[in-house]
């Protein structure tokens, strides 16, 4: 496995957790402490802070000192490669059913006229 392969796997993982989903769509609006993190859930700062473990080894994360502060920060690079990784079997996908929509069309002997235009 590469090490793409790798990560992509290690942050899908990560986001299956709908806490760690939230933590995420908070961290895209503004970096936060872990104790401003918890401040919503019904946890404790310690499930909290492990939560956000998870999310600084899958790479979504990272944390930094300010002072006395240690903001958490979203890497949206990681974002961008999950993007990417969806794209590229969006666009499979959508071929395939557009190779689909050909072959039911000459099967079916549509001409892409509706009723109205063939009379």
Known sequence: MDETTERLNRVFAALADPTRRDLVARLAAADAT????????????????????????????????????????????????????????????????????AVLSRLTGDTGQTQEDAS
């Open 34 to 101: 872990v104790g401003e993190l918890a401040e919503p859930y019904d946890m404790s700062l310690q499930a909290v802070s492990k939560h956000v473990k998870v999310l600084e080894e899958a790479g979504l994360v990272t944390r930094s000192r300010i002072a006395q502060r240690r903001p958490v920060h979203l890497d949206a690079e990681v974002l961008d490669l999950m993007t990417k990784w969806i794209e590229r079997y969006r666009r499979q996908a959508e071929e395939r059913y557009r190779r689909l929509d």
